[in-house]
């Protein structure tokens, strides 16, 4: 009865504490508020631009700040278009880029995004920045970084019940532990990651190309990406990212869905 009990109220909770992605469809889990942490996020994000070196008033620096400027307009049109007008209300869009040498962008709850100089040569052009940032844009709008801070509570949930449940059996609680760290890591925390990576690949591709940009260019990115890379990424099983070679047939498959999405807002032709 108490394993019942224990496991009923964590499953109402969980319930009870669920969105719906306006991109997907799908109910994805919410139990920390963006009221609670986008202010977070914003503060995070200030003290990372005084930590490190801002480049500013450069073509480089001009062209992120454009294509971010471009790639939010298409997501409030997109938003606006579908029914969620006012999705954007808390959101402050911010484009910034970084001296590093890292082949990396990234974006913080409420559209705090970063570019470092070391991702430009790979990313070759306007187009090929916008598909970098198209989907860092999808992670904000998509709130993956709430369901990641969730499904980080709900794994301690889940530890925590499990030892309730477990203990008056000393083994038992002591299998479950040894159990439950690796096989919620490999067996629910990779993939639920990987599945955002994919979610901002798909969402991201359209955004691109609502903004005017092919998104033919972007499995060409991916090429890229893979031949610097070297061959050194690790298994997919084991990754928090999609392989090269699953993102390439991923973005080549989605480029015409993408176009015709753009079609609808009256785009036609692309950089």
């Known amino acids: 009865m108490k394993r019942k009990t224990i496991f009923a109220l964590t499953a109402s909770f969980v319930l009870a504490a669920c969105s719906q992605n306006p991109f997907t469809g799908k109910k994805t889990l919410a139990l920390v508020p963006n009221s609670q942490i986008l202010p977070m996020a914003f503060q995070q994000y ?16 001009n062209m992120v700040k454009n294509v971010g400027r471009k790639i939010a307009t298409a997501a409030e049109r997109w938003l606006n278009a579908n029914g969620y007008a ?4 808390d959101y402050k869009w911010e484009y910034n880029l970084v001296q590093d040498d890292a082949v990396n962008a990234w974006c913080m709850p409420g559209g705090k995004i970063v570019v470092y100089t070391g ?26 970084g709430q369901q990641r801070m969730s499904a980080g509570q709900l794994q301690q949930i889940g530890a925590v019940a499990g030892n309730v449940a477990l203990s008056d059996n000393a083994e038992a609680q002591q299998i479950f532990n040894t159990a ?3 096989g919620s890591q490999v067996g629910v925390m990779l993939p639920f990651s990987r599945s955002h990576e994919t979610e901002a690949d798909k969402i991201g591709l359209t955004l691109m190309a609502i903004a005017g940009y092919n998104p033919d260019e972007a499995p060409e990115l991916w090429k890229r990406m893979k031949a610097k890379s070297g061959g050194q990424a690790p298994p ?12 390439i047939k991923n973005l080549t498959a989605w480029a015409g869905d993408a176009k015709a999405e753009a079609k609808k807002f009256g785009v036609t032709k692309f950089k």
């Open 86 to 89: 006012g999705y954007l209300k």
């Open 180 to 182: 439950y760290g690796v």
């Open 236 to 247: 997919e099983m084991l990754s928090t990212h999609p392989s090269s070679d699953t993102r």
């Open 119 to 144: 991702i430009l040569p790979v990313t070759k052009s306007e187009t090929g920045l916008a598909v970098v940032m198209g989907h860092e844009v999808a992670h904000a709008l998509a709130n993956h």
């Open 46 to 61: 200030d003290q990372f631009l005084t930590e490190n070196k801002v480049i500013t008033n450069t073509a480089d620096a």
